[in-house]
């Protein structure tokens, strides 16, 4: 396990506050607030007391709470970490007793989210909000569930009219990041970009930040984005993981190593993405079921983990994590998406129909391009005997990725349209799951291709077993 970088001997004046807070009042709110400020400052032993106090069974610390005090825990030592769920009552109560407690407002937020109470959440954190306006916890935390509730606009307007932003690079990240999804361009790239360069932070400061600015410069076919995420790499975060996960097939190299996810304990997405280049669907699955865990309230485990679901065709499995994106994102095309194709692959023709005109109709691609809805008509198309207008549909969506320069979608797509071929005895089969080879072999960042090219090849075996049996050969 890689040493973490040397810890400066000096304890940050803001550390030092929270400390004698903690000593002194030796209370709920001291202890966590302390926690929280250790595992930014990357001094989780200065905390590993008041943790200990957050995680026992008899504390009447919030879930969330708790959890962040697992979370500094298992940094010192893994064995120690534990899972919490959310439940609603508790977090109400605590609220009921500690009015002025803003982190529970946020725990009570949070956990209206993962209920799809949305107007509850945002009454909720808009209290936090009014209690501690300029901490970073909160902040942070009201801009991601604005972000959740399909409102990047908001979400980016939290970060970037409060004035506390541009003093501190985990919120100027935040505000680079959520530009992107809002549609704008960021209003402090400058200052992270100083923040960054100037060497005042440490590295666990700065991860999320580099990785931000990593971001946009790849978007931009600026060559610093490699050393960007680097950098960002050297104590990284969760968030700065799954980042340069992400960023893995664009720059062409591993960045993020299997001993560097295993430093960080939310490190569930990075997991997901790691497991995926690597073509371990099962473990993609498995890695899924622990960042729900992580990241409760979020839709993207479930968009990920239905995803894999359907590729190696475990629909059952599919069908069910879909139906939990959509309770949590019932207006989300891209669950409705994965819900269509799970019920064409167990035979629900019209109720997928159904889903599948509604999707198109409403025309909105923010979370999922229309190209994948189509792909999907295609499928139904084909299973409905339509074979002609299937394979033409298909061919249209084939030809939009490529168009678009999207050689992994082209080659996805290509597969996709191989496998529907040969599971309806189309004479082209063949031809069509070579094409879809070609498309892919010389790609590296597309596992998924030929997990659903092997499936194509059975089914093309079978297809001509069944038909030789009939000619009684």
């Avoid at 008041?50 to 919030?62: D, G």
């Avoid at 919490?84 to 209206?112: K, M």
């Avoid at 983990?305 to 359907?310: D, G, Q």
């Avoid at 080879?437 to 659903?452: G, H, M, S, T």
């Amino acid at each position: 396990m890689p040493r973490r970088p040397t810890q400066n001997a000096r304890i940050p004046e803001e550390l030092k506050a929270r400390l004698e807070a903690w000593r002194i009042g030796n209370d709920l709110v001291a202890a966590a607030e302390l926690v929280e400020t250790a595992i930014v400052e990357g001094r989780e032993k200065e905390a590993e007391r008041a943790a200990r106090t957050l995680v026992r069974e008899e504390s009447e610390a919030t879930p969330l709470v708790k959890k962040q005090a697992a979370l500094l825990l298992g940094r010192l030592d893994p064995d120690a970490s534990n899972q919490t769920g959310i439940e609603i009552g508790p977090l109400r109560q605590h609220v009921y007793r500690y009015p002025e407690d803003a982190l529970s407002w946020v725990d009570l937020a949070l956990g209206y989210v993962t209920h799809g109470e949305k107007d509850k959440a945002k009454r909720a954190m808009t209290v936090a909000l009014q209690l501690a306006p300029a901490d970073r916890h909160v902040l942070r935390s009201a801009a991601r569930m604005h972000l959740h509730l399909d409102d990047p606009e908001q979400a980016h307007d939290v970060l970037r009219r409060n004035a506390a932003t541009k003093f501190d690079p985990w919120l100027v990240a935040g505000e680079i990041a959520l530009s992107s999804a809002a549609g704008r361009k960021p209003q402090f790239f400058k200052v992270g970009i100083d923040m960054v360069e100037d060497g005042g932070f440490q590295p666990l400061h700065v991860s999320e930040l580099a990785s931000a600015i990593g971001t946009v410069h790849l978007r931009d076919g600026n060559r610093r984005a490699r050393k960007l995420f680097r950098k960002s790499l050297v104590n990284p975060t969760g968030n700065s993981l799954a980042q340069a996960e992400w960023a893995n097939p664009h720059l062409g190299g591993e960045l993020v190593t299997s001993r560097q996810i295993d430093r960080v304990i939310d490190s569930g997405e990075a997991r997901a993405f790691h497991a995926y280049w690597q073509g371990d669907f099962d473990g993609v699955i498995k890695v899924c079921e622990q960042w729900m865990l992580e990241e409760p309230f979020a839709s993207k485990p479930y968009a990920v983990s239905s995803s894999t679901a359907l590729t190696i065709g475990d629909f059952d499995l599919g069908l069910r994590l879909a139906q939990r994106g959509l309770e949590l994102e019932p207006e989300s095309l891209l669950f409705r998406n994965h819900f269509a194709y799970a019920l064409i692959e167990k035979g629900e023709y019209p109720r997928a129909a159904q889903i599948l005109r509604q999707a198109l109709i409403k025309k909105q691609t923010d979370d999922l391009p229309a190209d994948y809805l189509a792909a999907t008509a295609s499928m139904l198309s084909m299973r409905l005997g339509e074979i002609d207008d299937g394979i033409a549909g298909y061919k249209a969506v084939i030809a939009t990725f490529k168009r678009q320069g999207s050689k992994n979608l082209e080659a996805s797509a290509a597969a996709y349209l191989a496998l529907e071929a040969a599971r309806a005895g189309s004479a082209s089969a063949s031809e069509f799951i070579k094409q879809a080879e070609d498309l892919a072999k010389d790609l590296r960042y597309v596992p998924d291709c030929k997990v659903v090219l092997q499936r194509a090849k059975r089914w093309q075996a079978a297809v001509e077993h069944r038909l030789r049996v009939t000619r009684g050969e």
